[in-house]
């Protein structure tokens, strides 16, 4: 079992930065490959980037290339996604999520949730 807790979220005007952070739980955190999604309301939960366990490879979607950063830190047991240039079609609840495959983009690839934090970006 691993529990997830997502911090960091909040409002911030556009062009601001934001850091989520995900706390997890457990031992076995390093053996875990983790991801960020988000969803607005009405809308379906998205990918927006994942970092592989042991190789540390990183993918994301295409509307955060470039803008959002995925990182971790075994030693701490956490991820974290770090947001810059943010727009206002980000705001989303952010969801962490862990994995225990590889590579994957789809939030049925993943097999624990955090419970969300909220980012909310005005114009």
């Known amino acids: 079992q691993v529990q997830l807790v997502e911090s960091g979220g909040g409002l911030v005007q556009a062009g601001g930065s934001l850091r989520l952070s995900c706390a997890a739980s457990?031992?076995?955190?390093?053996?875990?490959?983790m991801g960020w999604f988000r969803q607005a309301p009405g809308k379906e939960r998205e990918f927006v980037a994942r970092?592989?366990?042991?190789?540390?490879?990183?993918s994301y979607a295409d509307s955060v290339k470039g803008r959002f950063t995925i990182s971790r830190d075994n030693a701490k047991n956490t991820v974290y996604l770090q947001m810059r240039s943010l727009k206002p079609e980000d705001t989303a609840v952010y969801y962490c999520?862990?994995?225990?495959?590889?590579?994957?983009?789809?939030?049925?690839?993943?097999?624990?949730w955090g419970q969300g934090t909220q980012v909310t970006v005005s114009s």
């Open positions: 457990g031992r076995t955190f390093s053996t875990y490959s």
């Open positions: 999520a862990a994995d225990r495959g590889l590579d994957g983009l789809r939030p049925g690839d993943y097999d624990y």
């Open positions: 970092i592989n366990s042991g190789d540390y490879r990183t």
